[in-house]
Nanobody, 121 residues
Framework: QVQLVESGGGLVQPGGSLRLSCAAS????????MSWYRQASGLERELVAS????????NYVDSVKGRFTISRDNAKNTVWLQMNSLKVDDTAAYYC??????????????WGQGTQVTVSA
């Protein structure tokens, strides 16, 4: 059974930091590209950051570049999202996603249950 379990969300003031974790089980973690998505109330889910299976390539949505950092440890089956200089607009439910790809073909993907991040004074 595949599980992606996010943790680390919470309430933080603007300018603060949070570190989200996503622990994976039931998959060969090192074969999966990992991503963080977020969904604010009333809006569509958007890709925030991604990291390739080897950890060598990362991508970020423009709104978080320079503030968020995605990283992974394949030995610990865990991916993190370090979020600094948080803004009210970062308030959303954050979801972890795992993708197993071969070339351009997505062979499997899994979602976590989400963790809420609220940025408010």
């Amino acid at each position: 059974q595949v599980q992606l379990v996010e943790s680390g969300g919470g309430l933080v003031q603007p300018g603060g930091s949070l570190r989200l974790s996503c622990a994976a089980s039931g998959i060969t973690f090192s074969n999966y590209d990992m991503s963080w998505y977020r969904q604010a109330s009333g809006l569509e889910r958007e890709l925030v950051a991604s990291i390739r299976s080897s950890g060598g390539i990362t991508n970020y949505v423009d709104s978080v570049k320079g503030r968020f950092t995605i990283s992974r440890d394949n030995a610990k089956n865990t991916v993190w999202l370090q979020m600094n200089s948080l803004k009210v607009d970062d308030t959303a439910a954050y979801y972890c996603r795992a993708d197993y790809r071969r070339g351009s073909v997505n062979l499997a993907n899994y979602w976590g249950q989400g963790t809420q991040v609220t940025v408010s004074a």
